[in-house]
Structure formats: C-alpha cells, structure tokens
C-alpha cells in the first residue's frame, strides 16, 4: 500500500462462503466506504451470484473478469464471456453459475439518488467465516472494529446480534437487537422476524419483550 491508493489482484483476497458462493469480500479488504463493490469466483458448475433481488432503486453491474458466466436474469438464460457486462435494475431475480474453471465475476451496485450505505453483509462474512474455521475472537474483533469505525451504521449492529447469536452468546445478540431497535426499528423489526440466524433467541423470553 501506498500513500492514498492501494493496489490489489482478485487472486490475492482470500474467498469466504457466503450463501452457496465464493466471495472475494473487495470491500471490506480495501475498506471502501463510497460504493458496493466485491467479487465472486467459482469453478465450473459452481454458483458464482446468489440468487436474490435487490431493493427497490437499486442497480447492479456485473463483470465477467476471467471464465465465462452463464447468467440467469428473470426469466431468461444468457452466457457471458470474460470481458462482458451484466446490467441489472432493481427488483428483478438474478443468479450467475461459472462455465469455466476459475471464473470471476466483478460486482458493484449502489441505490439510485442515495449516497452508498452498506448493509454490512460482507463484513459478516467475513467474520463468520473466522467463526465456522474455529476462530471467533477474530471474527468478533473484524465486528468490533467495523462498528468502531461506522458507528451509524444499523445493519452492522443487527449483523453483530445475528453473529453472536450463531455463537452461542444471547446476552451480547441481545444487546446488539436492542440497539439496532434504537437505531432503526421498522427494518430491524422486518429482518428479525424471519432471519433463520436468530432462531437459537426466539424461545428466550427477552424475544418476547422485543417484539411487542
């Protein structure tokens, strides 16, 4: 790294499982705050994008970096080779599977006329895949010094609640769900209801209390 500006291959961020795929968590190794930006990568027949929507107003581009991608966008089936551009609107269905070994795929997406707000779902990644290899202080400390840094920030609190939680530890996801209530209630309130990472809370008596 030097003064201002880092340069980094795709080939040095180390992947972490994320929904089925292999994500290349760019923006959290580079700590890029202004835009979504991360990558996928997979072998042949692999998942390479989630299927998901993304929320009303949000855009996503996606490039085919190395391989070749066989997109899905709707309804229709498309193949992408190393150098195409995949544009999705907002609110329409979209998964990509790699058609060649070592296929990358470049993703950066942002929410039209509103500055970048992460969701913080790839910090979570990262720190969950610390926690599933055996090592949960690092992964507690990758939580910690994101919400050092963005203390604004709702969804990485209730991102912290749904990791404790996956831990074993209630008392700390307790107290990161009361916070992110403060912070922003109605979307808290949505995701906590049906996030399956919150399932050990829901017999605790202290989950009543929050959802009245």
């Not at 994500?23 to 990568?41: C, E, K, M, Q």
């Not at 994008?49 to 391989?67: C, F, N, W």
């Not at 609110?91 to 006329?113: D, K, M, N, S, W």
């Amino acid at each position: 790294m030097s003064d201002g500006y880092q340069i980094l291959s795709l080939d040095e961020i180390e992947p972490v499982s994320h929904l089925g795929s292999n994500l290349l968590p760019v923006r959290h190794t580079l700590d890029l705050l202004a835009l979504g930006v991360n990558a996928w990568r997979g072998d042949t027949g692999e998942q390479l994008i989630p299927p998901h929507e993304e929320d009303s107003g949000s855009e996503e581009l996606y490039v085919v970096v190395r391989g070749r991608a066989t997109f899905t966008v709707g309804e229709e089936e498309t193949d992408a080779p190393a150098g195409a551009l995949a544009f999705v609107p907002s609110q329409v269905h979209r998964t990509a599977v790699a058609a060649e070994p070592g296929t990358i795929v470049l993703a950066v997406g942002a929410t039209v006329g509103e500055p970048f707000r992460s969701g913080a779902w790839d910090t979570f990644a990262v720190a969950d895949a610390h926690r599933r290899a055996g090592r949960a202080d690092e992964g507690r400390a990758v939580l910690r010094r994101a919400m050092d840094e963005r203390p604004d920030a709702w969804a990485l609190v209730y991102n912290t609640a749904c990791w404790e939680a996956l831990d074993g530890d209630a008392d700390a996801a307790f107290a990161h769900l009361r916070k992110a209530l403060e912070m922003n209630e109605s979307e808290t309130r949505e995701y906590m209801s049906q996030d399956t990472d919150l399932e050990s809370l829901r017999a605790d008596p202290r989950w009543e209390e929050l959802a009245r």
